[in-house]
């Protein structure tokens, strides 16, 4: 995929209804979605389980856009194949998740997928520095990880330091956690262009009633302008 720093409204389809994952995806998407974000949580790195990799290739059948799967896990390095034979587009590790992320995003390009890094809200900025030069994507949570629907964290400066030191540099920036309305003007302004949102996405709507995705991704736009 060819690099733009246009702000992307990722849809967490852990909002969605787990009983029709293929056709929230299609729906989501019909009605605006830039890519889909799809959180793996192991209930070891974090206190929730969630999807393995036969789940997201079973996914990716029903994604026509981008496939941005976020790890929430920990080991990582032996699951890496496993997601991209799953047909990952990117694949975002965490930077707490082991010792050497450096060889873990290494790992994730050679496996021939886009690689993330991202950080805790209790994690410093500088933790990624000397990783940006194999990130395709820093992802600051701006909450703390393992469930959705929670209150928004401040992690605008470091946001903005983030983008300081990226440059001109092709490396998306990624916000996840309580964004909405309200939030994403701020994530936005300090320099983030992906934008992962699940709750205020998915509200109000269903496979059989979709218009609402719409209406609120576009609420989320409207407020950036």
């Known amino acids: 995929m060819t690099f733009d720093r246009s702000v992307k409204i990722a849809p967490s389809i852990l909002s969605a209804d787990f009983a029709d994952f293929g056709r929230e995806i299609q729906a989501v998407e019909v ?7 799809v959180d793996v949580m192991d209930g070891h790195f974090v206190p929730n389980l969630t999807f393995g990799p036969p789940a997201v290739k079973a996914f990716r ?10 790890l929430m896990i920990s080991p990582v390095d ?4 496993a997601y991209a034979e799953a047909g990952t587009d990117m694949l975002t590790a965490h930077v707490e998740a082991g010792a050497h992320p450096h060889r873990t995003l290494q ?20 933790a990624v520095r000397e990783l940006l030069p194999l990130a395709d994507m820093v992802l ?30 092709p490396i998306h920036i990624q916000v996840d956690g309580g964004v909405d309305p309200n939030t994403a003007p701020l994530v936005v302004n300090a320099g983030a262009d992906v934008l992962v949102a699940g709750s205020a996405v998915f509200r109000g709507g269903s496979v059989e009633n979709p218009a609402p995705y719409g209406e609120n991704m576009r609420a989320i736009r409207a407020a950036l302008a």
């Open 31 to 37: 009605q605006g979605a830039d890519w889909i974000h």
């Open 61 to 70: 059948k029903h994604v026509k856009t981008f496939m941005d799967v976020h």
């Open 78 to 81: 032996q699951y890496i194949e």
């Open 107 to 126: 790992a994730i390009k050679a496996a021939g997928m886009q690689a993330g890094i991202a950080l805790n809200p209790g994690t410093p900025a500088e």
């Open 140 to 169: 600051v949570m701006t909450v703390n990880p393992g469930f959705g629907g929670q209150k928004f964290i401040d992690m605008t400066a470091k946001i903005r330091t983030i983008r300081d030191w990226i440059g001109d540099r």
